[in-house]
């Protein structure tokens, strides 16, 4: 982030709370909510709570709210679609041999 943003920021922003990934989440005075990715700029990274006060579902911050970790409740993994270690399934092998692949006459 350039030095303008994080000067203005500090100067008009308040800052309400930061989640366990590192972002941090602020509110300007006309009530514009935003959030400050720690790292790359990943929305897949935003927490269930904290993604509801950023759309206005909800006025409570939730720093306020008491959430527990449920067991059965996965590992945030980031969205790697479009990076090198995007997932790209393999094509199965036909077990019918009797036909073949389609390929273009150059």
């Not at 303008?4 to 800052?15: D, E, G, L, V, Y």
């Amino acid at each position: 982030m350039d030095l303008i943003n994080k000067i203005c920021i500090k100067i008009f922003c308040k800052k309400v709370g930061s989640d366990e990934f590192g972002n941090q989440y602020f509110v300007n005075k006309s009530n514009k909510r935003f959030v400050v990715y720690n790292g790359s700029p990943e929305p897949s990274k935003v927490p269930f709570e904290w993604h509801g006060w950023l759309h206005y579902s909800t006025d409570l911050v939730p720093v306020q709210i008491n959430t527990k970790q449920h067991a059965w409740e996965k590992i945030h993994i980031p969205n790697l679609t479009g990076t090198k270690n995007a997932y790209f399934p393999k094509a199965p092998e036909s077990k019918n041999k009797a036909f073949e692949e389609w390929r273009p006459k150059n």
